[in-house]
């Protein structure tokens, strides 16, 4: 088990430019979600994968989002046209399908700068 | 509109005392609370959690109580150790749902 990896850990980019995120979760999970986390506030939802399936969007992900899973392993976050309230920690977490009450292992993160 | 709320930005305890950390909620249908601790740098992590049917859940020094009357919960930690400094969220899943509503944090330091 070697938890959830995410690539790259920091991001510059500048204003109008697209990024690409990528998670890989613990292996044996199959639930993937994505979450967004602007200082001094908690992380935020953003949108949930079972297996290769994008169950669940939260309209914080606005059409300049959008995230992918397509063989149920690693998933990819990407946003589109950026601007600086995209400048964010974006966190990905996963659990197995194991039952109703599974706590989430999150991994350290995308730190995002949009300049 | 924030479900879950950590109404102490901080809070200092000196090693060896108790740390008690607070969390409130609104959404009564809320059933599975968690306690999750963040260092610098690295993602949350996974502390301790409870479901709705039960009021006391304990892991070690790290006690989790929940009052469903009051939508209220709190995380004991005794005896408090320096390694315990660290960001503290709350967060809460309703029935059915798949996605965490998080607390703004509390950050914990202990006084060596």
Known sequence: DTGVSQDPRHKITKRGQNVTFRCDPISEHNRLYWYRQTLGQGPEFLTYFQNEAQLEKSRLLSDRFSAERPKGSFSTLEIQRTEQGDSAMYLCASNPIVGRYVPLHFGNGTRLTVT | ?112
């Open chain 2, 1 to 112: 509109d924030q479900q879950v709320k950590q109404n102490s930005p901080s809070l200092s305890v000196q090693e060896g005392r108790i740390s008690i950390l607070n969390c409130d909620y609104t959404n009564s249908m809320f059933d599975y609370f968690l306690w999750y601790k963040k260092y610098p740098a690295e993602g949350p992590t996974f502390l301790i959690s409870i479901s709705s049917i039960k009021d006391k859940n304990e892991d070690g020094r790290f006690t989790v109580f929940l009052n469903k009357s009051a939508k209220h919960l709190s995380l004991h930690i005794v005896p408090s150790q320096p390694g315990d400094s660290a960001v503290y969220f709350c967060a809460a899943s309703g029935s059915g749902a798949n996605n965490l509503f998080f607390g703004t944090g509390t950050r914990l330091t202990v006084i060596p």
